[in-house]
């Protein structure tokens, strides 16, 4: 079963700002200037599983009216096993939940695709992705977190490139078409590293809103991404 859209599986980078690095005040507004992104990635923390607190379903809600991109929606919470489905009933293209907060992950996986969702799953910096590589035909994407989660605006960790490598590696082996997404501390100048380690997909903050042309920074990562692609 797969949820790929093929107008976004065309062999580029994908680039998926992150929403923590955006004027909330303004939220619609920012949306807006992120129309060329492949989607929107939403960080829900719940202060429990993160020492942080964001949004919750009903901001999320609103997102999913007004963005003009799909949501890749990253669950830091506890108990994703009951919370998760519930997002991809609000209509967020991806759901993506912790490896370390599931308690059955491939059952949870199931429910998202069987709502309609693409299924994630995240790994802390921390965590090895080892067990991951037989249970790659049942999620559609596995983010490797490139820094601690809980706060934007953190310091990417190469140590972490490794075992991105070995997904790739491994996916690669299988024929698996999954998707290998990165987060935390992704810029210009951090993005080939991750994208020689095998990421295609990218969530980049502060490179994306703190800039004045959102359009042309989505542009320079991607390219920087592309050129860096094995």
Known sequence: MSHDDPNRRN???RINPSILAADFVNMQAELARI??????HVDVMDNHFVPNLTFGPQMVERIQATSPVPLDVHLMIADPDRWAPGYAELGAASVTFHL???TEPVALARRLRAIGARAGVAVKPATPV???????DD?????VMTVEPGFGGQSFMPETM???RRLADEARRRGSQIWLQVDGGIGE???AQAAEAGADTFVAGSAVFAVGDPDAAIAGLRAAAAAHRH
């Open 11 to 13: 062999g580029t980078a």
């Open 162 to 164: 490794p075992k991105l």
């Open 139 to 143: 999620f559609d994407q596995i983010l």
């Open 35 to 40: 129309h060329t992104a492949d989607f929107v």
């Open 189 to 191: 100048s951090t993005i």
């Open 100 to 102: 370390e907060a599931a």
């Open 130 to 136: 080892d067990g991951l590589f037989d249970l790659l």
